[in-house]
């Protein structure tokens, strides 16, 4: 019984050895998007909750430009997602694809489908997630992320729709509380 015991430890002990060894890979694109979609395109403008500001987010074709006010914090180009024998292995590679991502293909919850968006050299979480609608005759766009898919903010065409609706909560979303 001794030895049962001692081999079911060991047994453990090199299972959890061996997976805490093994490198984080992204998942695969189910899909592969090319492209940011048209409707998509173009400036969207929100109120941070935090510091009340108006900030914006600009999207082109393939690429993604983050405001906090009028300074531009941060971007993404979209790439389309292939597997990668280098992921994080040196230097140059991590500094050339620093700003790529990737989509992750989409999912449904609630009724609404999401757009996932990774970093290219993201090796855990859930990503970013953009989902498009129209509702009172507004385009919304939405920005969310967590596992639940949690609202982070609701963006709108003008900043004067972003200030008339800055803390509307719409039916089907999924906010943290």
């Known amino acids: 019984m001794k030895f049962k015991h001692t081999l079911l430890i060991a047994t453990a002990l090199i299972t ?3 997976i805490a060894i ?3 890979q992204p998942a695969a694109a189910s899909v592969k998007i090319k492209s940011y979609p048209k409707s998509m395109r173009g400036t969207w403008y929100y109120y941070d909750t935090y510091t009340g500001k108006l900030d914006k987010e600009v999207f082109t074709k393939k690429t ?3 405001y906090v006010g009028k300074k531009k914090v941060g971007y993404n ?3 389309t997602y292939v ?3 280098q992921y994080l292995s040196n230097k140059t590679y991590l500094q050339k694809t620093g700003h790529w991502a990737y989509a992750n293909g989409s999912t449904t919850v ?3 489908t999401w757009l996932n968006i990774r970093g290219w050299n993201q090796g855990m ?4 997630y953009y989902n498009m609608t129209t509702l009172d005759g507004n385009e919304i766009l939405t920005n969310a992320s967590g596992a639940k898919i ?3 903010h609701h963006a709108y065409r003008t900043p004067e729709l972003a200030k008339a609706l800055e803390n509307k909560h719409y039916q089907y979303f999924n906010y943290q509380e």
């Open 110 to 112: 609630n009724g609404l």
């Open 77 to 79: 180009t979209l790439h």
């Open 83 to 85: 597997k990668h024998d």
């Open 64 to 66: 993604a430009k983050f």
């Open 22 to 24: 093994v490198a984080p």
């Open 16 to 18: 959890i050895g061996t």
């Open 150 to 152: 949690w609202v982070d």
């Open 125 to 128: 979480g859930n990503g970013l």
